[in-house]
């Protein structure tokens, strides 16, 4: 009988995997990658590393994933301390260094480490939207996804609030998180996003945010993402982007290897956009549905291992 916590080695999984899909060629342009669009995992690039290296997407949440596998309460700032071990101590790196950070991530850290509260290190002005705490959000489902709407929605904000304080960052990930939850209740991608159509927005509006901000996911809670075009959909690492693109691919995709390859295709923020869609493809199709080539290339495979277990027990 399957462990009902396989979901937590689907994810982890599903995550990393993505994200090393996408590190050797992030950055590069759409057009660029069109002339030789990727088809398997490789290696270098970008970064001049080896096939099955993940960035900081995956480290990242392993952090928060160490931090529910290590504490009997969920506390932030434990989830916070595993971030600032990551940024000095290179806590959770595929090979022993850090080798990418974003902008709005490494000034909260250094917020962190001068001794700023977690839930207000992130930036909250409207310019620090990045996909930074998109990335790296989803273990989070594992201590949530049982409890209230609204205290999803609370431990959620206080967790991307760490790198990523403004509302539209706490949306996205929301959206992300419910979509996952959606995604194991029903096992269907379409009931997923349908019922989110439905359910989302009405909870955003209950808990007062500003219509504008709720505006800027239309094509996700509005309209039918799935219907538009390649050329339609951005994969920036602007947030919305971001998850527009991850749900985009996961809606038009029927695999784990096609939904991430997909996504990295997309172009420039790669890694990040092959991650998120990644993570819930893992959760949609199962690890033993991610190519077993690319699962062995993985940097750190069996520790990632290790990890899903220590989570798979609590």
Known sequence: MENKNQYIKNLLFGVAVGDAIGVPIEFMSREQIRSKPLTDMIGYGTYNLPAGTWSDDSSLTFCLAEALATESEFD???VANNFIAWYKNNFWTPHGDVFDIGIATREAINRLIKGHKPELAG??????????????????????K????EERFHITKNVSSITHGHIRS???CFYYLEFAKLLLDSGNKFTAYNQLKNVLPTYLRSASINKNEINHFNRLLVYDIHELEEDEINS???????????????LKTN????????????????????????????????????????????????????????????
């Open 76 to 78: 932030l700032q434990t």
């Open 255 to 314: 695999s784990y290897r096609d939904a991430v390859l997909t996504a990295a295709n997309l172009g420039e923020d790669t890694d990040t956009t092959a991650a998120v869609t990644g993570g819930l493809a893992g959760l949609l199709y199962g690890y033993e549905n991610i190519p077993k080539d690319w699962v062995e290339k993985l940097a750190r495979k069996n520790d990632i291992e290790d990890l899903g277990g220590r989570l798979m027990m609590k």
């Open 146 to 149: 049982d409890m209230p709407i």
């Open 123 to 144: 930036g909250m002005d409207v310019h620090s939207n990045g996909n930074g705490s998109l990335m790296r959000i989803l273990p989070l489902l594992i201590h949530i």
């Open 236 to 250: 920036s690492g602007y947030v919305v982007h971001t998850l527009e693109a991850s749900i985009w691919c996961l």
């Open 170 to 172: 706490v949306i996205a």
